[in-house]
């Protein structure tokens, strides 16, 4: 790195993610910039394969955009917490399964120019179902199970548009090397 | 939505994105919760791809990181700027590409939980080279050119870790039908 930095701080602490300002100087040319960056904790994401090859996936609301999006299952690290034991956490609670196979699949940066969200990406397999911790409640989250093809489908025409999902999916794919 | 915006303020108002804080009511429960979001302006990215099948990517060091990513050309959307000027515009000032040809693969929500960016895709084709605007600085911008296989080599092993550009390739690949 060939800057330094003069100063930082925390200016807003949020729910979810907080907003730290920071303030660096060049070596080279001397000049000082400010850095805004929203720090968020990160979190982790299940790519849930059933044995006929079937994804499982939820609905969500998405309140910054106000509609239900098609998505993997996912969610936040709580303080510490492995983001292994998270996508498992998740995708139980959010789909019921339990998968009794969890391998890594890697990580994605969700918006790196000005966000620190990293989200852990793994591949959950030998599932078994149970009952979903959160009640399908007033955001009508659904379980719904889709095979590649449609899930391929889906992102081709706009119905799948949550990045975490078609990043996801394609590190699965790229992983097992299935192809349609 | 079954729910009521009872007040919503802007509590921080940045150079990339603000912070706002809506108060929302459930009309079946009348329970009052807040909801806090990262509003973006968003964005657009392109794929651009040489006769050869190279894909045109470019070297970002990335502040909330401290690292330099390989990604797709992109950068935010000025106001009211259409997006498929923004996608042409970032390409040639990032790379010295013109695209004579640009046609749009769709968009993505970067992270749908909290924040408001949609990014454009589009994919550019009949590449003409040029001189990039952005100098080769203190950050180190290049451009690199690699192949579909090389990118995916690099997906899977951890070495492209930037959303957009996962999700473009996959968008790229879905619509021609290339495979592998």
Not at 25 to 52: C, E, F, I, L, M
Not at 54 to 65: A, E
Not at 70 to 87: R, V, W, Y
């Amino acid at each position: 790195m060939n800057f330094t930095i003069n100063k930082s701080e925390v200016v807003f602490h949020g729910k979810v993610f907080d907003v730290q300002i920071d303030e660096i100087k060049y070596n080279g040319s001397g000049n000082t910039v400010p850095r805004q960056v929203a720090v968020h904790p990160g979190g982790a994401v299940s790519v849930p394969v059933k044995p006929d090859g079937k994804i499982v996936m939820v609905t969500q609301f998405r309140y910054p955009f106000k509609e239900v999006l098609l998505e993997l299952p996912a969610g936040k690290l709580d303080k510490g917490e492995d983001p292994q034991i998270c996508a498992s956490r998740e995708l139980t609670e959010e789909t019921g399964y339990t998968a009794q196979k969890i391998s890594r699949l890697g990580k994605i940066f969700t918006s790196p120019g000005f966000c620190s969200e990293v989200l852990h990406i793994y591949l959950a397999e030998d599932l078994i179902p149970g009952r979903h911790a959160r009640e399908e409640g007033e955001e009508g989250m659904e379980v719904v199970e889709l095979s590649l093809e449609d899930i391929d489908e889906k992102i081709k025409n706009g119905k799948i548009v949550d990045a975490k999902t078609i990043c996801g999916i394609t590190m699965y794919r790229l992983n097992t090397e299935r192809r349609r």
